[in-house]
C-alpha cells in the first residue's frame, strides 16, 4: 500500500529476463517463423520447405538449402546477441541482411525445444544439436556437443512445444487453424517477394502442400500460384521513380542523396473487385505495414471501383536505408520513414493515371 513506502529494488533473474525479451519479439508461431524463415533468405537458400504441426505449437520446422551453419559456431548459436551478420555498429548503415541482432533464436530457445541439423558445403555429415534457454543442451546423456547425423547442405530448424513455459502466452493464441493462416499469410507474402526461391508449406502428415511456388519464377507468376488466377490476370506492373532530374543527373548523384528511390507495384485493375483490400508491403525488402499508405492506395480506387470494391496492391519499396531506422524493434512493423509523404503522393499519382488510363483504354475497347 501507498503508507509501506518504497519497495527495494532487485535484480530480475536472467532467466527472467530472457523469457521477457522472447516475448517481445515471439508473439505467435507466424512470428517465429517470420524470424527463421528470414534467416533461410539470409543464407541464401533457394529453397525453403516449412512443415506445421498444430498451427505452429506443436511443430514449426523450416528446412532450408542454404550455406548452413559452421559446427564451431554451434555451442553459442542460441546465445542472446550472436550473430554472424555484424559486427560495428557502423555496420548497420549498410545492412543487406534481414537479421543483425542475433536474437531469434536465443529467443525461440526460452520459450520451446529448438532443435537445429545444419550441413555446410565443407562438411563431410550433418550436425545436430539441441537448445534450452540460449544454452545447446546435453540429450541422451551424453556431452552438450553436437551430434553427427546425415543430412543435406543447408539447415533445418525444429521448434517444438512453443510457449509450453508462458501458459499466458500459449492461451491468448487463437486456434490451430487461425494460427495456421497466419502462417501460410507470412509465407505467401515472402514467396511473393522472392519468387527466385521456391516456397512450400504444409501440415504435418498431410501429403499435399497448402502452398508451393516454384524456384526462378516471376511475381507475377508465383502471385498466380498464391493469390489465383483470378487476381494474376488483371495485374498491372509499373516502375516508379521520384518526379525529379533527369537520368544522367540521377546517375552521378551521390549515395546518400535522399531523393532517390524506387518502386515496384503489382495492382489489380478495375476488372478485379474484392471485398477486401490485400496489400503487401516490402520497405527493404522487409516485410512492413504503413496503414497510412494502404489509406492512401485504397483512396486512389475510390471512384474506379465501384462502392464497396477493393483492390489487390504489392509494392516493393527501395529507399536509401539511412531513411529507415531498422533498428527499431523486429516486431514494430508499423514504419515510418523520411519524406514518406511524397513518397506515398507520387506512388499514388502514377498508379492514379495508370489505372485512369486502363479505364479509357477499357472504353475504347468498348467502342471498337
Ligand atoms: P541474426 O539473424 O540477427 O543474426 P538469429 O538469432 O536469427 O540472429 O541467428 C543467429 C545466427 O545463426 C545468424 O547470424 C546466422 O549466422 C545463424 N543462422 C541462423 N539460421 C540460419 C540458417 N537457416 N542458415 C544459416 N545460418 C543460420
Ligand atoms: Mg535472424
Excluded at 131 to 154: H, L, Q, T
Excluded at 238 to 244: A, G, H, M, N
Excluded at 298 to 327: A, C, H, T
Aim: aromatic share 6%; with cysteine; net charge neutral.
Amino acid at each position: 500500500s501507498s503508507t509501506a513506502g518504497p519497495q527495494p529494488i532487485r535484480r530480475l533473474q536472467q532467466s527472467v529476463i530472457n523469457r521477457i525479451a522472447a516475448g517481445e519479439i515471439i508473439h505467435r508461431p507466424s512470428s517465429a517463423l517470420k524470424e527463421i524463415l528470414e534467416n533461410s533468405l539470409d543464407a541464401g537458400a533457394t529453397s525453403i520447405r516449412i512443415t506445421i504441426k498444430d498451427g505452429g505449437m506443436k511443430l514449426l520446422q523450416i528446412q532450408d538449402n542454404g550455406c548452413g551453419i559452421r559446427k564451431a559456431d554451434l555451442p553459442i548459436l542460441a546465445e542472446r546477441f550472436t550473430t554472424s551478420k555484424i559486427s560495428a555498429f557502423q555496420d548497420l548503415e549498410k545492412l543487406t541482411t534481414y537479421g543483425f541482432r542475433g536474437e531469434a533464436l536465443a529467443s525461440i530457445s526460452y520459450v520451446s525445444n529448438l532443435t537445429v541439423t545444419t550441413k555446410t558445403k565443407a562438411d563431410a555429415c550433418a550436425w545436430k544439436a539441441s537448445y534450452v534457454d540460449g544454452a545447446m543442451i546435453v540429450k541422451d546423456g551424453s556431452a552438450a556437443e553436437p551430434k553427427a547425423c546425415a543430412g543435406n547442405d543447408g539447415t533445418i530448424i525444429t521448434v517444438e512445444n512453443l510457449f509450453y513455459n508462458t501458459p499466458a502466452r500459449l492461451s491468448a493464441l487463437r486456434g490451430s487453424s487461425e494460427e495456421y493462416s497466419r502462417i501460410l499469410d507470412v509465407v505467401t507474402k515472402y514467396a511473393i517477394h522472392n519468387p527466385q526461391i521456391s516456397f512450400s508449406c504444409k501440415k504435418s502428415g498431410s501429403a499435399a502442400p497448402d502452398l508451393t511456388t516454384p524456384s526462378e519464377s516471376s511475381v507475377r507468376n508465383t502471385i498466380r500460384h498464391t493469390y489465383g488466377q483470378t487476381i494474376a490476370k488483371d495485374l498491372i506492373h509499373t516502375e516508379i521513380k521520384p518526379l525529379t532530374v533527369d537520368e544522367e543527373e540521377v546517375m552521378d548523384v551521390d549515395e546518400d542523396d535522399v531523393t532517390k528511390w524506387s518502386a515496384e507495384a503489382y495492382f489489380t485493375n478495375p476488372n478485379y473487385q474484392a471485398k477486401k483490400t490485400v496489400f503487401l508491403l516490402f520497405i527493404n525488402h522487409r516485410l512492413v505495414e504503413s496503414s497510412r499508405m494502404k489509406k492512401a492506395l485504397e483512396s486512389i480506387y475510390v471512384g474506379i471501383l465501384p462502392k464497396g470494391s477493393s483492390p489487390f496492391v504489392y509494392l516493393s519499396l527501395e529507399i536509401n536505408p539511412r531513411l529507415v531506422d531498422v533498428n527499431v524493434h523486429p516486431t514494430k512493423r508499423e514504419v515510418h520513414f523520411l519524406d514518406e509523404e511524397n513518397i506515398t503522393q507520387r506512388i499514388s499519382d502514377v498508379i492514379h493515371d495508370v489505372l485512369v488510363g486502363q479505364n479509357q483504354s477499357k472504353t475504347f475497347e468498348n467502342k471498337g
